[in-house]
């Protein structure tokens, strides 16, 4: 069975490079919400400290060439209304890998005594590397010249914008990590001397959440994010979580007609928070994986300002 979605796999990748235009998409966290600069340049020094998130995501458990996504992101407020960071994002699914490397920028405006819209841009790199070969396995070989080809650590340039509104319990951002469609081109290995094409599609995202406080050691936040790129569904993810003494996170997601997740996070200290979820597939596809797990560290320091960090809850 796990062979049968191999196949599956393998066979609509090649499908959608070989000859064709692939229409890409970003790579998905359920963790969003703790992520959120990797999706969001306008969010840089919102949270008033010098924080630090690192995460690690391995979808499709033991399907062979499933995605496997790694981050790393730092932002810190320069001044009252200036962000600044550094977000990497390394992005591996079957014959492809990708790098994202950008460096985000923030101005804020006080809009309310409580509330403030935050504008951001970022600017960086994109490699992208497809190795043909790599599907050349004990599980499945093409057996297609067609089908071959290579992009060899092609560099593009990459520029997003963002708005990000928020409170101490409401949050809005409008977001495009990445606004040009480049196209990668390279002829293929094969006899016939055909050519294939990858285009980095526009991903646009939509994100908000509210925290309701349910006591003094209660807090509720249900949260959605909608994402939208040409020639993909739409892509909506629904969660619920729920924070308990200001120290344990527990909630619950729903990835409209794809997964259904569990969510656990742990503030360890004032500076560190460990984070773990678990996706289980809603479609035909769970029957050849255990699910898909995912992990985050953050580490934050220099607080400022006390009100914005506990009560906001993202």
Known sequence: MKKTAFLLLALSVIGLFSNNTYAQQDAQYTQYMYNTLSINPAYAGSRDVL??????RTQWVGLNG???????????????????????VRDEIFISEETYI??????????????KLSLGLQAGAHLLNID??????????????????????????????????????????????????TEHFDESINSNSTSSTARERINYYIMTGYTFPLGSDLMFKPAALIKAVDGAPLQLDVSANMLIKDKLTLGLAYRWSA????????????????????????????????????????????????????????
């Open 51 to 56: 924080s630090i998130v690192a995460l690690y």
């Open 66 to 88: 499933a995605p496997q996504t790694g981050t790393l992101s730092l932002h810190t407020p320069i001044g009252d209304k200036v962000g600044l960071g550094l977000n990497i």
């Open 102 to 115: 950008n460096i985000p920028f923030s101005y804020a405006f006080n809009v309310s005594e409580t509330a």
């Open 132 to 181: 043909s070969a790599l599907a050349n396995t004990g599980e499945f070989n093409p057996g297609d010249a067609d089908a071959q080809f290579n992009v060899d650590n092609r560099f593009n340039p990459q520029f997003g914008l963002g708005a990000f509104y928020y409170s101490d319990k409401f949050y809005l951002g409008l977001s495009a990590p990445n606004l040009l469609e």
């Open 259 to 314: 997964a259904l997740s569990a969510m656990v996070g742990f503030q360890i200290s004032d500076e560190l928070m460990l984070g773990f979820a678990y996706d289980r597939e809603t479609t035909e596809l769970q029957q050849y994986n255990d699910g898909s797990f995912e992990f985050f560290l953050r580490y934050e320091l220099f607080k400022r300002n006390e009100r914005l960090i506990s009560p906001r809850f993202f």
